[in-house]
């Protein structure tokens, strides 16, 4: 962790003043209330500081090393400081009873089993990063006779979280024919609704749309959400799509990729939701001015969050017959499963957003395929050209 360390990004435009503080590092202030609440616990000396730099390096260590955001360690940290306030031992004495009674506890206070499960990653996660520096894990041994790390660690402590939460359902991927069902049921209810003098069907519309652009470009369910009608732009290269040819996106990891129209269907049901759906939000007074960039809203006039977005492609899964339990991701695979089979991996993995092709491979799915597994075809028409049809009598 003294590597991640060194080269930790994150830094404040000012110089701290070193008084009241017991955090060594400028980068670790944000966090400063928790440090000095663990500093405080164990009355300072030895045991205060040493706890104290383990924070701070395992602060680094999510931030820096794992390339989360300042949130995401600060959580970390959160977490780790709740389980010492509980425990009242130093990260050097804890024990697999210890962690269950702390999870068993939360289980109690009505904690969110996602809660739960991150609490434990973030303690194993701790006891990991520090193990993982040999010379900071024999610093501890020799400062504290007794420190042992490895038991949280071991393989059987993931049971502890077992039964701390219901098994979630299997999720799969839809199958084009799936996916033409759903669109057609959606375009049938529109259809249906103009033509009997309902009242325009924006909301509809608006579902249309997000399901479309999750399908037909993979993007991520939170890029979704956070896209502004201004992150489109002209692509000179496709002129025929006006000012909705590239979509500027900032993905997870503050990756910025620019994606093409993929496919083109998706220009015209794009166009029509921002120049004919899309006003229904931004032209109502109740819409906050601060929000009317946003490329989807929701009922109450605000940007449609993540989990109304996962809400709207479940509904209309279900409306339309289908029986899985699809949820945005595996609209990503869908598409990710496509794009490969039309430009190949490495492009795929571009167009996902991912820093490597084999985490776009693990997203291939042949049942979601077009054209199905290259290689069975591939050895299929080796098959034919190598056997001969037997001769009739």
Known sequence: MKVVLRQFGVGLKHALSAEGRVGRFRSTACIETYLRRAFDQFKGGRVGEDVVLLLEM??????????NKLGSGKQAIIAICDFLTFTGCS????????????????????IAPAT????????????????SDRDLANKIQARHPTASLQQITDEKSRALVRGFGKRKKKLSNPTPAEMQQVFDYLEAVITEQIETGAPVPYVLLRDRAVTALLYSYGVRV?????????????????????????????????KDRHLPVVVDWIYPVLLQYVEGVRPHWTGDPKTPDEQKNALFFSNHHTRLSVNSIQRIVKQRFAEAGIKKNVSPHRLRNGCLTRITDEVGLSQASKIAGHSHAATTEGYYDRKASMTGDALSRHVRKIYKQTIAPPESS
């Not at 804890?94 to 939360?106: E, H, I, K, S, V």
């Not at 692509?235 to 503050?254: L, R, S, T, V």
Request: glycine letters at 8%; a negative charge; one cysteine or more.
């Open 58 to 67: 395992f602060f680094a260590h999510k931030v820096g090393g794992q390339g």
């Open 91 to 110: 990260p050097w004495q804890w024990t697999p009873q210890m962690l269950w009674q702390y999870l068993t506890d939360l289980r109690a206070r009505e």
């Open 116 to 131: 739960i499960r991150s609490r434990h990653h973030y303690i194993n996660d701790m006891c990991r990063a520090i193990l």
């Open 222 to 254: 939170s890029e979704l959400s956070h896209t502004d009608v201004t992150d489109f732009d002209f692509d000179p290269e496709c002129p025929e799509y006006g000012d909705y040819g590239i979509w500027h996106i900032i993905g997870k990891g503050d």
